[in-house]
T-cell receptor, first 113, second 114 residues
Framework: AQTVTQSQPEMSVQEAETVTLSCTYD???????LFWYKQPPSRQMILVIR??????QNATENRFSVNFQKAAKSFSLKISDSQLGDTAMYFCAFAFNDYKLSFGAGTTVTVRA | ETGVTQSPTHLIKTRGQQVTLRCSSQ?????VSWYQQALGQGPQFIFQ???????GRGNFPPRFSGLQFPNYSSELNVNALELDDSALYLC?????????????FGPGTRLTVL
């Protein structure tokens, strides 16, 4: 079974600064997918970024980027130039070659004005 | 393009009752997955429906059941409700049952069991 661990329950960051969220996972598979999802206080979960394990290049989406370390089974998310709208719960998730998403417990990010 | 919608928004039931939650998938999507999110935790996969058939199930008892209709909307039914069933229930739709296709989530149904 795959497990996803997010060790930071809460993070706080000043507007315009950078924050990095940690995620580790455990799997014996070699091909898989990793995701970061954002759940704002309004509750609708939104995909932030996705990484395919077979790709060595780290994924980026505008101000969001990941540091994927396959050997260490680590998948951190960096939010640059933080904005008030980034305030949300962030979930790291894992999927094998199917569809079932396995989520971590989440990290609450608060951006301070 | 209409996104994923869920109804009702909130629901209060008592132990032992039965509940039905509904999900309308995004246009063009034939796959619906259901997740249970307990307070302060990450979502847990319940099951997935693809073209009206159950296409995989998580570690949930048989009293959690579902349906998918020809228009790809879906229902989640929970029988014999227990206090621990209190949670936010999320559905997500995608074009295919594959990790290469993004799952789009609905806003959820908050179920409270008293």
């Amino acid at each position: 079974a795959q497990t996803v661990t997010q060790s930071q329950p809460e993070m706080s960051v000043q507007e315009a600064e950078t924050v990095t969220l940690s995620c580790t996972y455990d799997t014996s598979e070699s091909n898989y997918y990793l995701f970061w999802y954002k759940q704002p206080p309004s509750r609708q979960m939104i995909l932030v970024i996705r990484q395919e394990a077979y790709k060595q290049q780290n994924a980026t989406e505008n101000r969001f980027s990941v540091n994927f370390q396959k050997a260490a089974k680590s998948f951190s998310l960096k939010i640059s130039d933080s904005q008030l709208g980034d305030t949300a719960m962030y979930f790291c998730a894992f999927a094998f070659n199917d569809y079932k998403l396995s989520f971590g417990a989440g990290t609450t990010v608060t951006v301070r004005a | 393009e209409t996104g994923v919608t869920q109804s009702p928004t909130h629901l209060i039931k008592t132990r032992g009752q039965q509940v039905t939650l509904r999900c309308s998938s995004q246009s063009g999507h034939n796959t619906v997955s259901w997740y249970q999110q307990a307070l302060g935790q990450g979502p847990q996969f319940i099951f997935q429906y693809y073209r009206e058939e159950e296409n995989g199930r998580g570690n949930f008892p048989p009293r959690f059941s579902g349906l998918q209709f020809p228009n790809y909307s879906s229902e989640l039914n929970v029988n014999a409700l227990e206090l621990d069933d209190s949670a936010l229930y999320l559905c997500a739709s995608s074009r295919r049952p594959s990790s290469t296709d993004t799952q789009y989530f609905g806003p959820g149904t908050r179920l409270t069991v008293l």
